[in-house]
C-alpha cells in the first residue's frame, strides 16, 4: 500500500502541474482528489486485507483513468475511440471510491465485519483453480479469492459505465422520437443499445460463475475454520459446561456462516454488500455528476436564479429524511431477529432431541410433557415472528409511501420546464433517470433496511461464538493439569477441581496409580468420581494442581453413556480410528469378546446404532473398542452399570485375558466389582465440605 500511496502522489503532482499548465480547473480538482487518495491509500496500511483490496483496486484506477483524463485534456485521445472514453469524471470518482473505503473501514460493525472476513483472506492455505480453458493451477487460497474480488469489481464498474453509457442513448433515442428522426432513432438502436446491452448480458453471466465459485470457496474454507476451533483441544466441551451466549453450535457453524458469506435465502452476506455498495456507490458518483450538469437546465421555480447542483441538492435531502426516518421505526428489527434465530434452533433441537430419546419418553408416557414443551417454544417463535411483523409492516408503511412519491418527483420538476418549450422530453427522462439513480443509491439504507438488520443479527451471533470460543480456550488452557513424567506411575498432587459456577468439590493432595494395579474408586453421588477421571483424562477445564501421566503412555475413558456415531457399525466400534486402519477379523473378534457376536454379520450396515442398541449393547460396544485401542490406562466410569452381574462379570476377567498391559481403573457402586479390583479408593467428604480421594482397607 505504501508503494502504490508515492504512485498516487506522484500522479497528483502531475495532475496539478498539468491543470496549472492548461488553467484547467477540473484537472486542479482531479489533483486535490489524488492527493487526498494517496494520504488515505498510506494510512490503509492498517486496514484489513479484505478493504485493502478494495482500496488498492481504486487507488490503481485513479492513477490510471487519471493518465487518460490527461492525455483527453492534451487532446490525445483517437477520435475513432471518442465513444469508449470513460467520462471525464471517472478519475475523480474512482479515488473519492478509495478515500471512502478508508473511511468506512474505521466504523465499528465494519471492522467487526473485516475481522471475520480476514480469517479468509489472511490464510496461507493452499488452493487449487481453473480458468477455462486453461488447465488446474495451485495458487494460495487467499491469493485465489483477492483475484476473484478484483475480476467482480472490475466487472460490476464496467455495468454501472454502461448503465451511464445508457442512460446517454435513452436521452438521444427519446430526442429522435420527439424529433420524429427515423434514421437517428434506428442508429442510436442498433448501434449503440444493441452491442452495449448484449455486452452487458455476457459479463453479467460471467459475474454470477465467479460469484458463486468465490462464495462456495469462502463457505468452505471459514466453515473449516470454525469447527475446527469449535473441536480442537476439546473447546466444544467447555463451552457446554460454561453455557454462556452462544447457543446452537451447529446453527452458527451451519446457517450463520452461510449467511454472514451470501445471506442464505435473503441473498445478501458480506460479499453482497460489498458489491451492492460498490455498485451503489459507483452509480452515486456517476449520476451525480450527470444530474449536477444536468441542474443547469432547473432555475429555482419562478425565478431565474441557478443554484449549483439543484437537483442534486434536492435528492439528497429527501433522501436524507427517509433514512432517518426509517432507522427510527426499525432500528429494533437486528434485536428481533437475533431473538430469532436463538428461538428457532431451540425448537430444532428441542424436536432432534426428542427423536433422540423416544423410547424413554415413550416408556414413561411423557408425550403430554414433551408437547406441552415444545408449544410453548414455539409460541416463543410466533411472538417473536408478529413483533418482527409489527416492525416490518411500519417499515412498509413508510417505504412503500417514499417509493410511490420518488419517481413522481423529478417529473413534478421537470413538467414546468418541458412544458415551457425550455428542455426537450429526452433531457426530461434523462433527469428523471438520474435523479432515481442518485435517490435509490442514497437510499441505500432505506431499501436493505430489514435484510442489513437480519446480516447484523448474523454478525453478532458469530461474532459471541468467537468470544465465547475464545473463553473457552483460555480457561482451559489455564486450566491443563496434564503433563507427562518419566515415572512409570500416574500421579495426582495438589489437584483441586471445581464446577462451572466455580464451587469447588473435590480436593487431591496426594494420590497415585501403580501400573497393573487396577482400582475401584467408590463413593457417594456427586463426590466428584466422574470429574476426577475428566480431569485426569484432560478435558476438565475447571482445575488447577498437576496430573503427570507416564512418558508415551496412552489413556482412554469409557462413559457410563458412550457416543455411537451414525453409519455403519464398523466404524461405531473403531471410533475414533477410522475402519481402514484395523483388519476384518481384529473387529470381528473384538464384537465377539464384547459379547456382541449376534451382530457380526451388520458390520456393514448403516444405522442410527445409537437408537438401535440397547444401553447395555452400548457399553459392550465401548468395551470393543477398548479392545481394539489397546490403551495402556483405562477409566472405565460406570462403563458396565446397564449389564447384569452375571456379564459384568464376564467383561471384567474377558479384559484382564485381552489386556494383560493395561491398567483397569473403574467407578462402579456394585459390591461384586470389588472381586476384580486389587484396590479400592472411596471419595470422603472432608470438613471443609470437599471430597478426598482415600484408600480403603478391607480386613
Not at 493439569?481 to 459456577?501: F, I, Q, Y
Amino acid at each position: 500500500m505504501r508503494k502504490l500511496s508515492a504512485a498516487v502522489a506522484a500522479f497528483a503532482v502531475l495532475a496539478a502541474l498539468s491543470g496549472a499548465h492548461m488553467a484547467d480547473t477540473d484537472l486542479f480538482i482531479l489533483a486535490v482528489a489524488a492527493a487526498l487518495c494517496a494520504y488515505t491509500t498510506w494510512r490503509g496500511a492498517e486496514m484489513s486485507s479484505f478493504m485493502k483490496i478494495f482500496a488498492a483496486i481504486f487507488s490503481t484506477e485513479t492513477i490510471v483513468f487519471g493518465l487518460i483524463r490527461l492525455v483527453q485534456a492534451e487532446g490525445g485521445w483517437p477520435g475513432a475511440l471518442a465513444a469508449y472514453a470513460p467520462p471525464e469524471s471517472m478519475a475523480v470518482t474512482v479515488a473519492v471510491f478509495s478515500i471512502a473505503v478508508y473511511a468506512v473501514s474505521r466504523i465499528p460493525v465494519v471492522l467487526e465485519m473485516t475481522r471475520i472476513a480476514d480469517l479468509y483472506f489472511d490464510s496461507q492455505d493452499r488452493g487449487e483453480g481453473r480458468v477455462w480453458p486453461f488447465p488446474r493451477f495451485a495458487a494460495r487460497e487467499s491469493a485465489i479469492a483477492i483475484a476473484m474480488i478484483v475480476v467482480l469489481v472490475l466487472i460490476n464498474q464496467g455495468q454501472v459505465g454502461i448503465t451511464v453509457r445508457l442512460s446517454f442513448f435513452n436521452r438521444d433515442w427519446f430526442n429522435a422520437i420527439q424529433e420524429k428522426n427515423a434514421a437517428e432513432f434506428w442508429r442510436q438502436l442498433l448501434f449503440v443499445f444493441t452491442p452495449w446491452a448484449f455486452f452487458y448480458v455476457a459479463i453479467a453471466v460471467m459475474e454470477f460463475v465467479i460469484q458463486s465459485m468465490l462464495i462456495i470457496r469462502w463457505r468452505r474454507w471459514l466453515t473449516e475454520h470454525y469447527v475446527a476451533r469449535w473441536l480442537g483441544g476439546h473447546t466444544h466441551y467447555g463451552m457446554t459446561l460454561a453455557g454462556g451466549p452462544a447457543d446452537n453450535p451447529d446453527q452458527r457453524i451451519a446457517e450463520d456462516v452461510n449467511r454472514f458469506i451470501n445471506g442464505g435465502d435473503e441473498g445478501y452476506g458480506i460479499y453482497s454488500y460489498s458489491i451492492l455498495l460498490i455498485s451503489t456507490v459507483s452509480s452515486l458518483v456517476s449520476f451525480s455528476f450527470v444530474l449536477w450538469e444536468l441542474s443547469g437546465n432547473y432555475p429555482l421555480p419562478g425565478t431565474n436564479f441557478y443554484i449549483p447542483g439543484f437537483l442534486f441538492w434536492v435528492v439528497l435531502a429527501y433522501a436524507t429524511l427517509g433514512t432517518v426516518i426509517t432507522h427510527i421505526i426499525g432500528r429494533r428489527l437486528t434485536t428481533l431477529y437475533f431473538d430469532k434465530q436463538r428461538r428457532e434452533a431451540d425448537f430444532r433441537f428441542s424436536l432432534a432431541r426428542l427423536r433422540e430419546y423416544s423410547e424413554q419418553i415413550a416408556l414413561l408416557s411423557g408425550e403430554n410433557a414433551e408437547q406441552g414443551t415444545l408449544l410453548q417454544r414455539f409460541r416463543g417463535i410466533v411472538f417473536n415472528y408478529l413483533s418482527i411483523v409489527v416492525k416490518r409492516k411500519q417499515l412498509m408503511i413508510f417505504t412503500a409511501t417514499y417509493g410511490q412519491l420518488s419517481p413522481i418527483i423529478p417529473y413534478v420538476i421537470t413538467a414546468p420546464f418541458y412544458f415551457a418549450g425550455r428542455i426537450q422530453l429526452g433531457v426530461m427522462t434523462q433527469t428523471a433517470s438520474s435523479f432515481a439513480r442518485v435517490e435509490s443509491a442514497l437510499t441505500f439504507f432505506i431499501n436493505y433496511y430489514t435484510s442489513l438488520a437480519q446480516f447484523k443479527s448474523v454478525l453478532d451471533r458469530l461474532s459471541s461464538f468467537d468470544e465465547t470460543i475464545d473463553v473457552a480456550r483460555a480457561r482451559s488452557e489455564g486450566a491443563r493439569v496434564v503433563s507427562r513424567a518419566s515415572g512409570e506411575a500416574l500421579a495426582l498432587a495438589d489437584l483441586t477441581l471445581s464446577l462451572p459456577d466455580g464451587r469447588r468439590i473435590v480436593q487431591v493432595d496426594r494420590l497415585s496409580f501403580e501400573p497393573g494395579q487396577s482400582v475401584l474408586l467408590t463413593g457417594p453421588s456427586g463426590s466428584g468420581k466422574s470429574t476426577l477421571f475428566r480431569a485426569i483424562a484432560g478435558i476438565w477445564p475447571h482445575a488447577t494442581g498437576s496430573v503427570a501421566l507416564p512418558q508415551g503412555a496412552s489413556l482412554m475413558l469409557a462413559p457410563q453413556r458412550p457416543y455411537i456415531p451414525m453409519g455403519t457399525l464398523a466404524a461405531a466400534v473403531v471410533y475414533p480410528a477410522a475402519v481402514e486402519d484395523f483388519v476384518r477379523s481384529d473387529i470381528e473378534a473384538a464384537l465377539i469378546a464384547a459379547r456382541l457376536a449376534p451382530f457380526v454379520d451388520q458390520l456393514d450396515v448403516n444405522n442410527n446404532w445409537g437408537q438401535r442398541l440397547s444401553g447395555g449393547e452400548q457399553q459392550r460396544v465401548a468395551i470393543a473398542r477398548a479392545l481394539l485401542a489397546k490403551p495402556d490406562w483405562l477409566f472405565l466410569d460406570e462403563a458396565t452399570s446397564a449389564l447384569d452381574e452375571k456379564l459384568e462379570g464376564e467383561i471384567y476377567r474377558m479384559l484382564r485375558d485381552q489386556l494383560p498391559k493395561t491398567t483397569i481403573v473403574s467407578i462402579g457402586h456394585r459390591s461384586t466389582l470389588l472381586d476384580y479390583h486389587a484396590r479400592q479408593i472411596e471419595m470422603e467428604e472432608r470438613a471443609d465440605g470437599l471430597f478426598a480421594p482415600r484408600d480403603k482397607v478391607h480386613a
